[in-house]
């Protein structure tokens, strides 16, 4: 079973950008796809971006695309998350989280493991 722990989250202003991680122990984290999601007060948990086991092949939502960044350290057990250009409304905890299967999905009930999150939060 693998454990997940994201860092790298903290308070910026619009515009500015943010480095995420998630360091992965345990598992066989060279065979899970995995993915970035995040939850604002108030909202349900959605899709930011998510990568195939390989990390060659990604998927994003279209409010991250040319945004935001997902790519896959296999070497070093670490998944990121590039943030550019932050707006307000990406206020949110971020989450990443790993699937027993090889490719990313959108719905956030068919990962099996993630990390306790991690705070963004963009001032205007």
């Known amino acids: 079973q693998v454990q997940l722990r994201e860092s790298g989250g903290g308070l910026v202003q619009t515009g500015e950008s943010l480095l995420l991680s998630c360091q992965a122990s345990?598992?066989?984290?060279?065979?899970?796809?995995m993915a970035w999601f995040r939850q604002a007060p108030g909202k349900e948990r959605e899709f930011v971006a998510g990568?195939?086991?390989?990390?060659?092949?990604?998927q994003y939502s279209d409010f991250a695309e040319g945004r935001f960044t997902i790519s896959k350290d296999n070497a070093k057990n670490t998944l990121f998350l590039q943030l550019n250009g932050l707006k307000p409304e990406d206020t949110a905890v971020y989450y990443c989280?790993?699937?027993?299967?090889?490719?990313?999905?959108?719905?956030?009930?068919?990962?099996?493991?993630w990390g306790q999150g991690t705070q963004v939060t963009v001032s205007s």
């Open positions: 989280a790993a699937r027993n299967f090889g490719t990313p999905v959108v719905v956030a009930s068919m990962y099996d493991y």
């Open positions: 990568c195939h086991y390989s990390g060659r092949n990604t």
């Open positions: 345990g598992g066989s984290f060279s065979s899970y796809a």
